[in-house]
RNA sequence: GCGGCCAUAGUGAAGUGGUUAUCACGGCAGUUUGUGGCACUGCAAUCAUGGGUUCAAUUCCCGUUGGCCGCCCCA
């Protein structure tokens, strides 16, 4: 019989207490931000009828093809396949149409949080199950709603402390414009496509709009003379992008248009933008992106509504807090252990556990026959800060000894006054820090 | 999905084709049971996993698993 190594599955990992405070301060500063913003949390499920997240993305794309999990399930209808959720943005819209939002004022501002789950190749900030935040607006098509989603993503990252952030901004037009452009890029292209790379000969057929940040030198530099977008704009969408552009320099939003900054799906339409972390030269530098798509609720089968939102990585969040060396609170932890010697002394302090943690002090007591050495070493190793000493005379005089642990001294208090004792350092110590 | 680098106590690192695998920090246990953090002593790695070469493999070769980097893609 040969030992079994269990680990996690690739791309997968565990998240340690060590870890948590900064996932505690990312959900918390989320969920302040947007409620403040006038968002409404929504949980969707992890799984669904895989058709929600392939018709909006398309059955070709390398996306559906090479990198969702399809469910081997059990369903009650043997036509209907499930898949784990590869982004929020998808299920959103699902809900939205299924509970009729469109009938709730609006907009309708939803935010979400959770796992989602993508088979890549896994590498740094890039997990197979991987944790994203993000934001929905729906049924507004004004330029407001394309600055309150950049706005919230930024105003989460900021009040989160990150530092040398960047929004990278364009605009890809809408069905009007979009392909008049597209034409002229191919246009562009056509002649110097066969000095080009292969894989830009591809995605001159798929997806020409990639061929703008290839990081191949000679597409690069060809990259640089092409045709942008934003020269090519409607009248609409031209204005649309200007007021956008005009509420964040109002917000003092730091920002840089990208004419090169795409995104290779059909219902995207107008503003799309990246939030970088300027110190990451490469890719993997995007911490939030996201963008309108006025086609995809319809697409779904919903009321023709327009939308913008984003979606932020929490894992890359919390790697770069941690690079810029962001401080995060710890949890409370234990405040008082009680140690105690003797039968009397076990009773007595019992009741000084209900006393103290009925103040809401978090007590670590546990009536064990260890010698007090063993004990205040327990009490050391759990990281309390103090500890309440009941020894078989302190149980006939009815008194407690208060040991402040970190300073090494200690007062004597009559049993009765502990908890206020107690409670009077702690606040003392809340004030100190 | 393609290509490259890598895998030694919990962590970070050394190291060797051959009887006890090294160091630091950390962990655990104890140093005679009314006082911890110090000090001292001891314990802990089938050298990722499966196979091959060899008298002998942690060390060389191959597969697998996993990590990192680049590419594809990035909803």
């Known amino acids: 019989m040969s030992k079994q190594n269990y680990q996690t599955p690739r791309g997968t990992k565990d998240i340690l207490p060590q870890d948590q405070p900064y996932w505690i301060k990312v959900r918390e500063t989320v969920e302040k931000t947007l409620n403040g913003l006038g968002f409404g949390r929504i949980d969707l499920p992890h799984f669904e009828n895989s058709d929600v997240f392939t018709r909006g993305i398309g059955e070709q794309t390398d996306v559906v093809s090479k990198e969702m999990y399809f469910l081997e399930s059990h369903s009650d209808d043997e036509s209907i396949r499930f898949a784990l959720r590869p982004e929020g943005t998808a299920g959103t819209v699902r809900s939205f149409i299924q509970n009729g939002m469109s009938s709730w004022s609006q907009p309708v501002r939803l935010f979400y949080f959770g796992a989602m789950f993508r088979h890549e190749r896994p590498q740094k900030g890039r997990y197979r199950e991987l944790y994203q935040a993000g934001v929905e607006i729906f049924g507004d098509e004004t330029a407001k709603s394309d600055y309150l989603a950049i706005m919230s993503a930024w105003e989460i990252l900021t009040r989160l402390g990150l530092k040398n952030i960047i929004v990278y901004t364009n605009s890809i037009g809408c069905p009007k414009c979009r392909p008049k452009y597209l034409l002229k890029l191919k246009k562009y292209y056509k002649e110097k496509l066969s000095k080009m790379c292969p894989d830009c000969q591809r995605r001159f057929e798929t997806n020409p709009l990639r061929l703008l940040d290839c990081k191949n030198e000679v597409c690069h530099a060809f990259a640089k003379e092409a045709p942008i977008m934003l020269d090519s704009l409607c009248p609409e969408c031209k204005t649309h992008f200007q007021d956008t552009l005009e509420y964040l320099d109002y917000f003092n939003i730091k920002y840089d248009l990208d004419p090169t900054l795409v995104r290779g799906l059909d219902y995207y339409t107008q503003t799309v933008f990246e939030i970088v972390d ?154 100190a820090k």
């Open 278 to 431: 300027q110190a990451d030269k490469g890719r993997q530098g995007t911490i939030a992106g996201g963008g309108r798509y006025n086609g995809l609720v319809e697409l779904l089968g919903g009321p023709k509504t327009p939308a913008v939102g984003f979606s932020l990585g929490v894992e890359r969040v919390i790697s770069l807090m941690k690079e810029q060396k962001i401080e995060v609170n710890k949890p409370r932890g234990v405040e008082v252990c009680i140690l105690q010697l003797g039968e009397k002394a076990k009773e007595i302090s019992k009741s000084i556990y209900d006393a103290l943690t009925k103040h809401d002090i978090n007590v670590y007591f546990v009536p064990s026959n260890d010698g007090l050495r063993q004990q205040i070493k327990t009490a050391s190793k759990l990281d309390a800060q103090y500890a309440v000493i009941i020894g078989q005379q302190e149980a006939v005089k009815d008194e407690i000894i208060l040991r402040d642990l970190s300073a090494s001294s200690q007062e004597v208090f009559p049993a009765a006054d502990v908890a206020e004792a107690v409670k009077k350092r702690l606040i003392k110590c809340e004030c």
